[in-house]
């Protein structure tokens, strides 16, 4: 079953035009712990934003908190606006480590999930629609399979293209490639950074690698109450190649920042903090 | 001198070893599994026990409530225990069905099973229940019983609806659910809902067309008559049979304090109605009574065949006091 | 379906029977053996099966009522404070009072009719369901919720289009036990006061010393849960098809 990719899949289209995205004063505690109190996090207008940082300093309570998301046990405070002046409600897309697909609707169901939850009508537009997006991820065989019968890699994509249906301005990502072998998630990247163009995008990761990649500001998020460090800036748009002068040296710089903040991390005792 | 003394003293000290071992000789246990919970019914039981009469008769008796009342012929005939408290007619439909059992003695030698209706209801003859409703327990009897009775008023079964009311008697007849019910102790049940204050009128299968029956025997296994324990029993049950009909009163004392929860109104009601039906003679059996009982049974098509007498019901020899 | 191993089990299950009756030397009239049972059940078959459709009946109807109480308690539960905190302690208290404690009562609102009966089973049916369903919507697998949440989507779209889905591989888990222990509650209440059926039956009799008529209508019965288990069964894994099995045997 093929469809022409329709060009508007892959841009913001007739929605708003790139959304920068800021938050303010976030305050999140957990279990009593005070993970970050006072942060502002920019996430710059149709462009890529990486947050790394050690496990457990709260990335994706960050990510969570922009999205409006609460997590069990925690106390979260913090103000989302957007350039336009309106809140970011109903224009964030999420992907997270696990492709979320429910394994009782076919892969076509999963793509088209937000239209039933909404009540909308998947009108046949909706479903051509669809279907021109897996062809896009290359999952047009797979629309009427069910989500077991995919690979990680597979299924990821097949997130991928949900995300997509939903098309909006924003897009939040927490470790979506981790979960994936090496090669599937370079192939994933390259994919994602080519769909994803134009959005503004938000990628919680801890692969230093994948960050220089994707990135166009990276930040390194550590230290207890944690706080950002200022953006390291790839020179390039992405996806940048790894054999990149630019990108190694810069690599460098990264893994230090890291290695600074894993330390800060272990000196303030950090615990193994569920996200 | 020290020679007389050496040997009386041998001999004080063989007599003092002799008197030693004399209380351990233990008296024969012997199992006797009720019919259902301890009730007045059981009187003579409780009496013999409580007076010693088992003790002195060197029997040392436990009386078991069972679970299901179905069980203990059940149990007897298979060697579990050596006497149950059961029915006769049930002992009937026991013997047909090949099971080895023999009446051996009797305890209560009336029946107590009747119909009852609400005193204050439409019903005052058994005519009047054409197109009634009858509740009954299933004992696997008393639509022979009630067939008899209606018989003679001219009705048949047909002329009735019976419902299946198991162990609730007397509320459902109380509640109106049923117009009458059959199967009801005439000792409890009509006590019972006099207490409550719906009296009922009871009428007597025996009066109504059935032949008279004991309503409470012991059975033993078919192949342990020759027990003697058994007369030893026998004879300590008349005893007990015999203070009670002499003392009811001394007797209902020892009855609620062996069995405290059972000092109540209703308790006290039943023990003054059964008084009078007790066997007086528990090892006697009456074989015409039971020739007759066994062949109505037969016509209401509830046993094959009748058997001789001697086939299960027995009259055991005195054993010694 | 593959029938020959149901006939290899009963065959073995027979065997079995027949030698504990023959090394514990019951006698008949306490444990008789598979050939008399079948003597009496080959000698009335039509007074087993109308007993038996009275019964399956009986078990049937609380099966659906059961069913659909138990769905909707669990509901009120996971979606009102007040009904798990008032409902749930009721619910634990109806199931640890023994069934013939209540019967009698369910006899006296009810009558002796069917309606009683249905009462007792759907009271013993439904409460696994509850429990089950109850324990499966309120463990939904917490990224699909956030995700549903992120899509704007309202309560009620969560709970029909992701909670529900999600809840029914428990929810069948509770309905095979409910299945399971149904013909319990329907021959309980025949026991209290019936007319009819066959735990009517058995208790019939079992009075009238006709213990291998009460084996056969035990017979009957088990073949009855049986069969109904496993017809629920089939129909609960067809239902729930997307769920792969994967057996820890094969790890």
């Known amino acids: 079953m093929t469809a022409d990719p329709h060009p508007e899949t892959t841009e913001p289209g007739a929605s708003a035009a790139p959304l920068g995205v800021r938050l303010s004063a976030a305050h999140v505690a957990w279990d009593h712990r005070v993970l970050f109190d006072g942060l502002q996090v920019e996430l710059a207008a149709g462009r890529w934003t990486c947050l790394l940082g050690p496990s457990g300093v709260g990335?994706?309570?960050?990510?969570?908190?922009?999205?409006?998301?609460?997590?069990?046990?925690?106390?979260?405070?913090?103000?989302?606006?957007?350039?336009?002046?309106?809140?970011?409600?109903?224009?964030?897309?999420?992907?997270?480590?696990?492709?979320?697909?429910?394994?009782?609707?076919?892969?076509?169901?999963n793509v088209t999930l937000g239209r039933r939850l909404r009540g909308e009508p998947a009108a046949g537009q909706t479903r051509d629609r669809a279907l021109g997006l897996l062809a896009d991820v290359g999952l047009s065989d797979q629309a009427d399979a069910f989500p077991r019968t995919l690979s990680g890699g597979m299924r990821q994509r097949a997130a991928l293209a949900r995300t997509l249906l939903?098309?909006?301005?924003?897009?939040?990502?927490?470790?979506?490639?981790?979960?994936?072998?090496?090669i599937t998630r370079v192939r994933l990247q390259d994919l994602a950074a080519e769909m994803l163009e134009g959005r503004t995008v938000l990628l919680v990761t801890h692969d230093p690698l994948e960050a220089l990649r994707l990135g166009d500001a990276i930040h390194v998020m550590s230290g207890r109450p944690a706080k950002l460090d200022d953006a390291l800036a790839p020179q390039g748009d992405p996806p940048r190649r790894v054999t990149d002068a630019h990108?190694?040296?810069?690599?460098?710089?990264?893994?230090?920042?890291?290695?600074?903040?894993?330390g800060l991390a272990e000196a303030a005792g950090l615990a193994e903090v569920v996200k | 001198?020290?020679?007389?003394?050496?040997t009386t003293l041998a001999q004080i000290l063989s007599v003092a070893v002799l008197l030693a071992a004399a209380?351990?000789?233990?008296?024969?246990?012997?199992?006797?599994?009720?019919?259902?919970?301890?009730?007045?019914?059981?009187?003579?039981?409780?009496?013999?026990?409580?007076?010693?009469?088992?003790?002195?008769?060197?029997?040392?008796?436990?009386?078991?409530?069972?679970?299901?009342?179905?069980d203990p012929p059940k149990l007897v005939a298979a060697g579990k225990a050596e006497l149950a408290v059961s029915y006769q007619p049930q002992l009937h439909m026991q013997v047909d069905a090949g099971l080895p059992l023999v009446r051996v003695g009797t305890l209560v030698a009336t029946p107590l099973s009747s119909l009852v209706v609400l005193a204050d209801g439409p019903i005052k003859s058994v005519a009047d229940l054409k197109g009634r409703k009858i509740g009954y327990s299933v004992g696997g009897f008393e639509d022979a019983l009630l067939s008899a009775m209606l018989e003679k008023a001219g009705l048949s079964l047909s002329d009735v609806t019976l419902i299946n009311v198991n162990f609730s008697l007397s509320p459902s007849i109380i509640s109106g659910q049923v117009d009458a019910v059959i199967g009801a102790f005439r000792n409890f049940e009509l006590n019972q809902m006099d207490i409550i204050g719906k009296p009922g009128r009871a009428f007597y299968p025996e009066e109504e067309g059935v032949p008279a029956y004991d309503e409470l025997i012991l059975v033993a296994r078919k192949d342990a008559t020759d027990d003697p324990r058994l007369p030893r029993f026998l004879s300590a049950l008349e005893r007990g049979t015999l203070y009670l009909t002499n003392h009811p009163d001394e007797a209902w004392q020892l009855f609620i304090g062996a069995y405290k929860d059972l000092d109540d109104e209703l308790n006290r009601r039943a023990w003054a109605d059964t008084l009078r039906r007790f066997a007086l003679r528990p090892a006697a059996l009456d074989a015409a009574r039971y020739t007759r009982f066994a062949e109505f049974l037969k016509a209401q098509g509830l046993i094959k065949t009748v058997r001789p007498i001697s086939d299960y019901g027995v009259e055991l020899g005195r054993g010694e006091l | 379906m593959n029938l020959l191993r149901p006939l290899i089990i009963a065959a073995g299950l027979i065997a079995l029977w027949q030698a504990v009756v023959t090394v514990s030397g019951a006698p008949p009239y306490i444990l008789p053996g598979p050939a008399a049972v079948a003597?009496?059940?080959?000698?009335?078959?039509?007074?087993f099966l109308g007993h038996g459709l009275i019964t399956a009946a009986e078990i049937l109807l609380g099966l659906g009522l059961g069913f659909v109480l138990g769905i909707m308690g669990a509901l009120a539960m996971a979606y009102f404070?007040?009904?798990?905190?008032?409902?749930?302690?009721?619910?634990?208290?109806?199931?640890?009072?023994?069934?013939?404690?209540?019967?009698?009562?369910l006899v006296l609102w009810l009558g002796y009719g069917m309606a009683s009966k249905v009462a007792m089973a759907t009271l013993i049916i439904f409460f696994p369901v509850t429990a089950a369903f109850h324990d499966g919507l309120t463990r939904t697998e917490p990224g699909w919720i956030d995700l549903a949440r992120t899509m704007n989507g309202s309560r009620a779209a969560i709970l029909r289009h992701v909670r529900i889905p999600a809840a029914l591989p428990a929810l069948g888990s509770g309905l095979r036990v409910a299945t399971a222990v149904a013909p319990i509650g329907a021959v309980v209440g025949e026991w209290v006061g019936a007319s009819g059926g066959l735990g009517y039956l058995m208790l019939h009799a079992n009075a009238r010393i006709q213990v291998d008529v009460m084996f056969a209508a035990l017979l009957t019965l088990a073949v009855l849960a049986v069969t109904l288990y496993f017809t629920v069964d089939f129909a609960v894994r067809r239902t729930i098809s997307w769920q792969p099995e994967t057996l820890p045997a094969n790890d």
């Not at chain 1, 350039?83 to 897309?93: E, H, I, K, N, V």
């Not at chain 2, 001198?1 to 050496?6: I, N, S, V």
Request: charged fraction near 20%.
């Open chain 1, 166 to 182: 939903e098309d909006r301005p924003v897009v939040l990502m927490d470790e979506p490639f981790s979960a994936l072998d090496a």
């Open chain 3, 39 to 47: 003597a009496a059940w080959i000698a009335r078959p039509a007074l």
């Open chain 2, 1 to 6: 001198m020290t020679r007389l003394k050496f």
């Open chain 1, 59 to 109: 990335k994706s309570m960050l990510l969570r908190l922009i999205l409006g998301l609460e997590g069990a046990n925690s106390d979260s405070t913090g103000r989302v606006t957007c350039s336009d002046g309106a809140g970011l409600a109903g224009r964030a897309a999420f992907m997270a480590q696990d492709d979320l697909l429910y394994p009782w609707l076919t892969v076509l169901d």
């Open chain 1, 247 to 262: 990108i190694l040296e810069l690599q460098g710089e990264l893994l230090s920042r890291l290695t600074e903040a894993a």
């Open chain 3, 81 to 105: 404070r007040p009904a798990r905190r008032w409902l749930l302690p009721v619910l634990v208290i109806s199931q640890a009072v023994p069934v013939f404690a209540l019967a009698p009562v």
């Open chain 2, 23 to 70: 209380p351990t000789q233990a008296a024969d246990k012997m199992t006797v599994l009720l019919d259902w919970f301890v009730n007045p019914d059981h009187a003579p039981l409780i009496v013999a026990k409580e007076r010693g009469y088992f003790e002195d008769a060197g029997l040392d008796v436990e009386l078991i409530a069972p679970a299901d009342p179905n």
